[in-house]
């Protein structure tokens, strides 16, 4: 699958309060998915997004630290984007 469209870039962001950093990434502007695994989340976003904007949102939650570092699609980010599929296909076909 296309785990990686044109235009976007996978981001790995280790942080403290991982589940509350997850709310706040689905609000931001250009965020494609964003995953969590274990004590970090897997972002795809738009390639316009910079590190500071996520910074910002993230500070806006509480999260004052984070750890943000570019990298390639992991096995489970394949899973989660076949899963994702799937159900929008079974969606569409009810």
Known sequence: ???NPPGTRRLD???DHVTTALRAMHEMRGMRSATV???SM???VDESVK???IDDQLRKVGVDHSEIREIGPSL???FV???AKHAAEQ????
């Open 37 to 39: 695994f274990g004590q």
């Open 81 to 83: 984007e076949l899963s």
């Open 1 to 3: 699958p296309d785990v």
């Open 42 to 44: 897997h972002l795809l």
């Open 76 to 78: 489970e980010d394949v």
């Open 13 to 15: 962001v280790t942080c």
């Open 51 to 53: 590190r500071a904007q």
């Open 91 to 94: 969606q569409k076909a009810a």
